[in-house]
């Protein structure tokens, strides 16, 4: 497992387009932090919620795509089954690596949680702790959905289902936010929302994990 | 005898094509060529050996080892070269070495940059600059370096030189000098075949014609070039087929020996293993 891992981690940063994605996606994210600065306070709300429970955990979803971009390219499937590792064991390997991903980016979103509201009194700790919360809800939740979109659709057709579902998330955080406003979003005790949310986004993983791995064993029978 | 190869009754079954009971067992130090037409169910075999795709069958022994229960264990230790490279065109062979040695425990990296060095690849280049057959040398590279014991081979030689087939065929009779090692080689260039294999299996339309070792082969069949006279006075239990050209008949025959002891002056050429191909699948039979 430990060399498949290493070969989607080459792939994700060593070839060139794929860094330059992820290059130009950190720069994305500096420009949203400027912007968010020179608003009004719905606008540093709305863009701090965003950039929170939002940015950080598409980048996070997203390493799967450049390994199977490469892999559908060769093939590698074909030599990789002859490999001395179990089918369990490579799709064990991708959301090992993505759930790293995952946790790196989530833990990059609580130091700009931490830093911001110290550094700013606009938004208080509680707030940016329930925006960082949600994010990992939303992020746990869209990393199950979408590696099973790309185990089960391919490169091509998986990535139209990130973009879809990334829109649609994107879509319901505007319409809540200007309906609702940023209030019902970030103020109150979301506790208990925590609580019972991230076991359930912990779950939809590994039921993702399982349907990968049937999709995968499928695809090889 | 122990096989390193063992398989019983192994049948795949497509919407169009059936691999129909397949039962071949490859002896430890012997070198099996697997024949066929495009299209027979080689590589289908092969792929259901090695569990790429699912297959009927009553056993399947790798290396003394049962495939349902010890795929993993049975992996460790064979090593297989498909006809064209499988690793991404943005690896470096340096790279391809270094995910290696996190899959196999038995990786040998002074060994695989040997190959490196005899092959003339370029350790820190991208693949997408290699020429088809700088990728299944290093196809090769990687194959020896985790010291298999069983080399698994699907037309694996088809894009290269002569040269360079000559020593991929000096490679493998050194590897089979050990005892406890082993290749299945299928291939479309019978002559390299000629020159290596110890056994041939033929796969016709998903079906086992034989298999049977070279000797065998050169001692009991052989090509009669003859008239319609003499064709005529063969026995058609010694037919296996024959061809009919303008002047003369073409005919591939067993019982070589016993057919020598009948006719004294007859003169029967060997058959090469492209002989027999053209005759199984395009001579007529004797009905």
Redesign the interface.
């Known amino acids: 497992m430990k060399g498949i891992i290493l070969k989607d981690l080459y792939e994700n940063f060593r070839i060139f387009k794929n860094g330059v994605s992820y290059l130009a996606a950190v720069l994305f994210l500096f420009l949203l932090i400027e912007a968010m600065q020179t608003g009004d306070l719905f606008s540093l709300k709305y863009f701090f919620m965003l950039i929170t429970a939002f940015v950080f955990p598409l980048l996070g979803c997203s390493s799967i795509e450049s390994s199977l971009e490469q892999d559908e390219k060769v093939n590698f499937d074909k030599i990789q089954l002859t490999f001395p590792i179990t089918k369990t064991e490579i799709v064990l390997s991708k959301y090992i690596l993505g759930i790293c991903f995952l946790t790196i980016c989530n833990v990059f979103s609580l130091i700009f949680v931490f830093s911001f509201t110290s550094s700013h009194n606009k938004i208080t700790l509680q707030e940016g702790l329930s925006a960082w919360g949600f994010g990992v809800l939303f992020s746990l939740v869209f990393f199950a959905v979408v590696n099973f979109a790309f185990f089960l659709l391919g490169r091509k057709l998986g990535l139209i289902v990130y973009i879809f579902i990334a829109m649609l998330f994107g879509g319901i955080y505007g319409a809540v936010s200007s309906l609702k406003g940023m209030e019902f979003l970030m103020a109150g005790d979301k506790t208990m929302i925590f609580i019972i949310g991230i076991p359930i986004g912990i779950l939809f993983v590994v039921i993702s994990f399982f349907l990968s791995l049937a999709c995968y064993k499928k695809r090889y029978s | 005898m122990k096989q390193a190869l063992h398989i019983k009754n192994l049948t795949k079954k497509y919407k169009d094509f059936t691999l129909d009971h397949i039962s071949l067992d490859l002896p430890y130090g012997m070198i099996l060529g697997l024949i066929g037409e495009n299209g027979s169910g080689k590589s289908t075999l092969i792929n259901s050996i090695?569990?790429?795709?699912?297959a009927d069958y009553d056993e399947v022994h790798i290396l003394g080892q049962d495939l349902k229960s010890q795929?993993?264990?049975?992996?460790?230790e064979?090593?297989?070269i498909?006809n064209d490279?499988?690793?991404?065109?943005?690896?470096t062979p340096l790279?391809i070495g270094?995910?290696?040695?996190?899959?196999?425990t038995d990786w040998d990296q002074k060994k695989f940059t040997d190959y490196l060095k005899q092959f003339h690849l370029p350790e820190k280049k991208r693949l997408k600059t290699f020429s088809t057959g700088m990728k299944v040398k290093l196809e090769f590279a990687a194959a020896l370096s985790h010291n298999p014991k069983l080399l698994i081979l699907d037309e694996a030689t088809n894009g290269l030189d002569p040269v360079f087939r000559e020593e991929i065929l000096e490679i493998l009779r050194e590897f089979t000098e050990q005892e406890d090692h082993s290749v299945l080689i299928s291939s479309h260039i019978t002559s390299d075949l000629d020159k290596i294999a110890d056994y041939i299996a033929y796969i016709h339309e998903g079906r086992l014609l034989f298999l049977k070792s070279i000797d065998e082969l050169n001692n009991d069949c052989g090509i009669i070039r003859c008239g319609r006279e003499f064709f005529d006075a063969l026995s058609p239990e010694d037919i296996i087929a024959y061809r009919e050209e303008p002047y003369s008949y073409c005919v591939f025959i067993k019982n070589r020996q016993s057919l020598r002891k009948a006719f004294c002056d007859i003169s029967i050429e060997n058959a090469s293993i492209e002989d027999m191909m053209l005759f199984y699948s395009k001579g007529e039979k004797i009905i």
């Open positions: 090695l569990n790429i795709v699912k795929e993993k264990e049975i992996k460790k064979i090593a297989v498909f490279s499988h690793y991404g065109e943005n690896l790279f270094k995910m290696l040695s996190g899959i196999y």
